[in-house]
């Protein structure tokens, strides 16, 4: 489905390569990680943190909210999870972040 000024720039099965590149970005407004990978995605936020406006975990793994939201994660979203859970998760970190900045 498409969303107007939302575009996928990448998607990694494999942790270390999205590592790599990450190294080329400057900044990013949004990642989405799951917990269980080869390297776990809390892991991963706490390495591209400082690359990434909103980290968002999407995960089957309900236990490890609390982990997540100390690695700084904007939200928590657990699996099964609609589209339209998801833009409205996007659409209210972007409303947050435009009023809190005004």
């Known amino acids: 489905m498409l969303v107007p000024k939302l575009n996928l720039l990448k998607c990694y099965l494999d942790p270390v390569e999205a590592i790599d590149d990450f190294g080329k970005i400057e900044k990013l407004d949004f990642l989405f990680l799951d917990i269980n990978m080869r390297l776990s995605g809390l892991e991963l936020a706490k390495l591209l ?8 975990f999407v995960t089957g793994h309900p236990e490890h909210a609390l982990a997540a939201f100390q690695v700084h994660a904007d939200r928590f979203l657990q699996k099964p999870l609609g589209f339209p859970k998801l833009l409205m998760t996007i659409n209210q970190l972007l409303h947050h972040h435009i009023n809190f900045r005004r």
């Open 49 to 56: 943190r400082d690359k990434v406006r909103f980290i968002i």
